[in-house]
């Protein structure tokens, strides 16, 4: 579907506050283009729009499509949606996020990050190589780049950085030169249906690579892979620990505040070469394999490997991953988005390997009823290097479904599968009670989730002064 605008037009985003609307919006108003949006609340995204004189009404209404021409709807929008049902009636264009960006990219050099994990980081961790070789990329991200804190950012050069969406599908609506597959793991099945189904548009997104691009596949994923005897296009690279990857990572120092390690790069008809002592400061073998995807992209378009192994040093991370917010009684609290039992498990392996002697307390607030119920064996597994768990109410995002368990039962199972302690809290209030009463000691403590859990991990600092 081509898409025919003229700067003339009034684009109105259903769902603005989006990280990814959010960012198409402020994209797009850089470009040239009227934008306005609307949200059910203010929140920092819609906060960082509104510095960037992007009008944001609160709450959905007709009235808020007055002059509107052209409508892009967020995937988390409900068909019965007042204004939705107002632009189909009144026959106003309405089009897809993943429509929309497909075509304010389509006439740039776009590397794609894709995956269920790990895509928010690697593709800042690309985003901040380039930068540093001051090719100055156009970045639409997943999250908040605290090097110049926001999501997106138009840039100069006709490089674009973007973090694709593979939740709706719209992942395959935007033409790659350089693409990476993270990971393929269980989420989004409410729009796929199987795992089968999700990996077949994987592989139509690898197939999707141009002659002149390439595509850089992690090897020590089990379904990446399964898709690969499957993939047509050989026009790929391979990266992470498995000895047969192209960029192989090898000699790993693991510390608190950074990671170390080296390359070994093994690419047909060339002689193999290394980069030696790569300094990074993120810690976790995820976080490796997302440092290692970025630089096997960065080395395909000639970028020297010293510049390269400065940015990564000066990295200044992604909110939200694995983020230190504050200390209290001298132990530190972090923030983190780790809503799937993969992502967990990868965030608290790596806390674990360097907090060896500390005791790790969990903040868990599930995101998603269908989530929770889909993935509820994985979820009672994956908090097995926890010591203590803090479960909070589920976070509904919109969702209003049965759970089909009892939630008691599920706490009881997480308990006993991944051998934590856990607490069951119905409050904020009852939060700060608990940290109040029992954070004391050698002891870290990581809230996690997509919900609310940021905010109340936030509030504690001003509440415990």
Not at 153 to 180: A, H, Q, R, V
Not at 235 to 255: A, C, M, P, R, V
Not at 318 to 343: C, S
């Amino acid at each position: 579907m081509k898409i025919k605008l003229g700067k003339t037009e009034l684009i109105h985003f259903i769902g603005i506050g989006g990280i990814g609307m959010s960012g198409l919006a402020l994209i797009m108003k850089e470009l040239g283009f009227k934008v306005q949006g609307s949200d059910i609340s203010i929140n920092k995204n819609i906060e960082r729009l509104k510095k960037n004189k992007i009008k944001v009404f609160e709450g959905h209404k007709i009235s808020n499509l007055n002059k509107t021409t052209v409508l892009v709807k967020s995937s988390a929008i409900k068909k019965n949606n007042s204004e939705f049902e107002h632009a189909k009636r009144k026959k106003i264009p309405i089009y897809s996020r993943g429509d929309m960006l497909g075509h304010v990219v389509s006439l740039m050099k776009n590397i794609v990050v894709a995956g269920s994990h790990g895509k928010t980081t690697t593709t800042s961790l690309i985003s901040n190589i380039f930068s540093k070789a001051k090719i100055d990329p156009t970045i639409i991200n997943g999250g908040v780049l605290n090097s110049f804190g926001n999501s997106a950012k138009l840039g100069k050069s006709n490089w674009c950085i973007l973090e694709s969406d593979e939740s709706d599908g719209s992942f395959l609506k935007i033409p790659p030169t350089y693409s990476i597959v993270t990971n393929i793991d269980k989420e989004h099945l409410d729009f796929y249906k199987s795992i089968n189904n999700l990996k077949k548009k994987f592989i139509n997104f690898i197939e999707k690579t141009p002659s002149f691009g390439k595509s850089f596949i992690c090897l020590d994923d089990m379904h990446n892979k399964e898709i690969l005897e499957k993939v047509k296009n050989v026009n790929l690279n391979t990266y992470g620990l498995d000895k047969n990857s192209n960029f192989q990572i090898i000699n790993i120092i693991k510390q608190k505040e950074f990671s170390i390690f080296d390359l070994k790069i093994k690419i047909i008809g060339t002689k193999t070469r290394f980069i030696r002592k790569i300094k990074v400061p993120i810690i976790g073998i995820h976080n490796i394999r997302n440092t290692t995807a970025a630089i096997a992209v960065a080395t395909s378009v000639g970028i020297p490997n010293d510049i390269i192994k400065k940015s990564l040093i000066n990295f200044k991370g992604v909110q939200r991953r694995f983020t230190k917010i504050f200390n209290f009684r001298n132990i530190p609290f972090y923030d983190d988005y780790a809503h799937h039992p993969t992502e967990i498990s990868q965030v608290l392996n790596g806390v674990r390997d360097v907090y060896k002697e500390s005791e790790i307390v969990c903040i868990f607030q599930p995101h998603r009823i269908s989530r929770l119920k889909n993935l509820s064996k994985e979820f009672t597994e994956c908090f097995t290097k926890a010591d203590t768990v803090v479960l909070c109410p589920i976070f509904k995002a919109g969702e209003n479904i049965n759970l089909g368990f009892s939630y008691l039962t599920f706490a009881k199972r997480l308990a006993s599968n991944s051998k934590v302690k856990l607490i069951m809290i119905k409050t904020e209030n009852d939060l700060f009670n608990f940290v109040r009463q029992n954070i004391y000691g050698n002891k870290i403590v990581i809230g996690m989730g997509a919900g609310s859990i940021s905010n109340w991990i936030r509030n504690l600092q001003s509440k415990l002064k």
